[in-house]
């Protein structure tokens, strides 16, 4: 069994910053893409950002130069760096693995961190 745990969410004014970590835990053999996504009130869930295992990164254009995702490939994390966040990052935010275990490849999901830009 493989699960995920998220850290760092809260409440922010617009142009602050915030931490957001993901650690995965369990059965792990290998990992693949890590990533962040995020879901508004009544909107799809989005993707955010990706880092695969070379450190490659891929971003969504409205957060490309203030957001910065990175992982720590020994302790199977992925922390993703909100700066001169705005209103509209207000989201749940969810970890996302791609993850073999004994059982296979398959996708993971952390239980999602509340970001609220407000003044």
């Known amino acids: 069994q493989v699960r995920l745990v998220e850290s760092g969410g809260g409440l922010v004014q617009p142009g602050g910053s915030l931490r957001l970590s993901c650690g995965a835990s369990?059965?792990?053999?290998?990992?693949?893409?890590m990533a962040w996504y995020c879901q508004a009130p009544g909107k799809q869930r989005e993707l955010v950002a990706s880092?695969?295992?070379?450190?490659?990164?891929n971003y969504v254009d409205s957060v490309k130069g203030r957001f910065t995702i990175s992982r720590d490939n020994a302790k199977n994390t992925v922390d993703l760096q909100m700066n001169s966040l705005k209103p509209e990052d207000t989201a749940v935010y969810y970890c996302?693995?791609?993850?073999?275990?004994?059982?296979?490849?398959?996708?993971?999901w952390g239980q999602g961190a509340q970001v609220t830009v407000s003044s």
């Open positions: 880092i695969t295992t070379g450190g490659a990164t």
């Open positions: 369990g059965m792990i053999l290998s990992i693949r893409t």
């Open positions: 996302n693995i791609g993850a073999r275990s004994f059982t296979g490849w398959r996708d993971y």
